[in-house]
C-alpha cells in the first residue's frame, strides 16, 4: 500500500490508494490511448492523478504533430505541470497504458514524479530494456490491466499490416 508523503502545499494529504483506484485510473489511461487508436495514432494513453482527481490527460501525437517526442506521458508531464503551475510533480500519479521509454523515463526523473504505473511491458523499447531510470524516490507499479493495454496496441498494429 502506498500512501502519499507530506509536501508543503495547500493540498489536503491524498488517500491511500487501492487497487480499486489503480483500476479505475488505467481504464481512463485506456480511454485515452483508445483516442490515439482513433486518430491512426500508435494507442498509448495516460493521466496524471494528484489528490484523487485527473488533472491532466495525454495520448501520443507523433503522427498528427509530426514530433517523435509527443509521447503519451510527455504530453500528460507538460499537461499536469500547467496544470498545478509547477515544475515538479512529487504529489502525482501518471498511469500509463504502456512501459515507458527511456526518453519519458527521463522526463519522468526531472518531473520527480512521486509514483508511476504502467500496463503493458515493452521488451523491446521500455525503459527497462534502454537502460532508461526514473528518479530514485519514485514507486513503481507495473501490469495493471496489461492484457488489454497490450491488446490494444497488437489489434493496431495487426490493423496496419492488413491495410497495407
Ligand atoms: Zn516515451
Not at 481504464?27 to 494528484?50: F, H, N, S, T
Not at 510533480?89 to 497504458?97: A, E, Q, S
Request: hydrophobic share 40%; aromatic share 8%; glycine share 6%.
Amino acid at each position: 500500500m502506498w500512501v502519499m508523503c507530506a509536501f508543503p502545499c495547500n493540498l489536503p494529504p491524498m488517500k491511500e490508494t487501492t487497487p480499486e483506484t489503480d483500476l479505475l485510473y488505467m481504464r481512463q489511461a485506456i480511454r485515452e490511448a483508445m483516442k490515439a487508436y482513433d486518430m491512426d495514432e500508435v494507442p498509448v494513453g495516460a493521466v496524471v492523478v494528484a489528490n484523487d482527481q485527473i488533472i491532466a490527460r495525454g495520448h501520443n501525437l507523433t503522427e498528427r504533430l509530426h514530433d517523435v517526442t509527443a509521447h503519451a506521458e510527455m504530453q500528460a508531464i507538460t499537461a499536469a505541470s500547467n496544470a498545478l503551475g509547477a515544475k515538479y510533480l512529487p504529489d502525482c500519479t501518471l498511469y500509463v497504458t504502456l512501459e515507458p521509454c527511456s526518453m519519458c523515463a527521463g522526463a519522468l526523473f526531472w518531473s520527480q514524479i512521486g509514483r508511476i504505473v504502467y500496463g503493458a511491458s515493452d521488451a523491446k523499447r521500455g525503459y527497462q530494456t534502454m537502460g532508461g531510470q526514473f528518479h530514485p524516490k519514485t514507486l513503481i507499479t507495473n501490469g495493471i490491466e496489461a492484457d488489454v493495454c497490450g491488446d490494444l496496441l497488437s489489434e493496431f498494429f495487426r490493423s496496419k499490416r492488413v491495410r497495407k
